[in-house]
């Protein structure tokens, strides 16, 4: 047992935080005056503070649906004081495909569904499949347009190359060119 300094309770060592600093390794104030202390300090700088919400035990809150959800709907993290994510699993979902598009394209969620929009939310190569995947330039990094994952996929096996891309149509369309070696390791096309 502890007392706390504020609110002057005794109280189990496990209602405290943990200090390294105090001598006996635990904060003078318990968690739930810790937590009052910390809301109040920040009303009086001006910042907004959300409102507490009870939640029950097996169950945390998102912050940015505010739903309040079971431990099943959330990942693990080692980082955290309560062993939970912040963010319930489709919430983190969400985060992770906004800053990576944000990051590896440069696109904010409201240009990438511009641009969906633009092609009708169909690839443009296929015309069929949805459009999910962003095609862009490997060499100057420009993005294309949004692709579905077979198109974009096959894009990437031929590394990008027109080329070998019009060899391959010309193959599917049935004029195979038949190489005629010149050189070791140099073909000659037919004319």
Request: hydrophobic share 30%; with cysteine; net charge positive.
């Amino acid at each position: 047992m502890r007392r706390c300094s504020r609110c002057k309770q005794d109280l189990r060592r496990t209602a405290f935080a943990s200090n390294k600093s105090m001598p006996d390794g635990l904060q003078a104030y318990c968690r739930e005056c810790s937590a009052e202390y910390c809301r109040q300090r920040q009303e009086v700088k001006g910042k907004r503070v959300r409102e507490r919400v009870s939640v029950p035990p097996g169950h945390k809150r998102c912050p940015q649906c505010e739903e309040v959800k079971p431990h099943s709907a959330w990942e693990r993290s080692r980082s955290s004081s309560d062993g939970w994510a912040s963010y319930c699993r489709g919430c983190r979902a969400e985060r992770n495909r906004v800053s990576y598009s944000k990051r590896k394209y440069g696109l904010t969620s409201a240009e990438l569904g511009a641009l969906v929009a633009e092609q009708q939310g169909v690839c443009c190569i296929c015309l069929a499949a949805p459009a999910v995947h962003v095609d862009h330039c490997h060499e100057k990094g420009r993005v294309r347009g949004v692709l579905c994952f077979s198109r974009n996929a096959a894009l990437g096996q031929f590394k990008d190359r027109a080329d070998a891309i019009r060899r391959a149509a010309a193959y599917l369309e049935g004029n195979v060119w038949k190489p005629t070696l010149v050189a070791p390791g140099v073909y000659q096309r037919p004319s």
